[in-house]
């Protein structure tokens, strides 16, 4: 068993936006805490604390006592260097897509060094396209098509799993990279300054039909860029 990969484990964060049912918060959190993971942050939860998730939670309320809670995803995402998106919706202009078990590799990796967040959207539309836009992959649960429909907090245990298998490894997860990863903070004022300058420019229009920007982000995100690049 690998002490400093379990140890990471701390690094990642669940992050479920607009939950609109507090039984599913205890239940994620009960999912958490069976794979080791302990960071829970709620963006705009409809009711918490709610003596429900405690009930749900089944003597997981450690993890709910020291849950997080804030109104904007930019302040759950406050930093992290890695974002990673799950989503049972394919889109129309797809985005950087893994499986849950690379996730986990991805995870365990960054977490060695810095703060990773998980985002699951609400329980009726999931995540918005712009919410999937601010992760750097899409990942993706290649359940039944038939039935594709999971859960919440069974789409958290499925990713708490796949993190807990990768901290088991025998390998240590060390950055390998000559420059670190750049943070998403990072990321996100050089796409900010990016579309500035492409609106000066005149090459961004005001209105976009073809999405140049969700595109733009898209062929970065294909990539791990380094701090030095960015």
Known sequence: MNII?????????????QTSHPGNIGSAARAMKTM?????TLVRPKSFPDEKATYMSSHATDILDQAVVVETLEEALEGCDLVLGASARFRSLP???????????????????????????????GLSTEELQRCQ???NIPANPDYSSLNLASSVQVFAYECRMSALGDTPFTQDAVDEPATDKELQHFFAHLEETLRNLNFLKNTCPRKMMQRMRRLYSRV???????
């Open 95 to 125: 985005w950087p897509l893994i499986t849950p078990r690379e996730a986990g590799d991805l995870a365990l990796k960054a977490a060695s060094k810095a703060s990773v967040a998980i985002i699951f959207g609400n329980e009726q539309a």
């Open 36 to 40: 080791g993971l302990t960071q829970l």
């Open 224 to 230: 791990v860029l380094e701090k030095q690049e960015v």
């Open 5 to 17: 990969n379990l140890q990471a484990l701390n690094n990642i964060r669940i992050v479920l936006i």
């Open 137 to 139: 992959y899409h990942v």
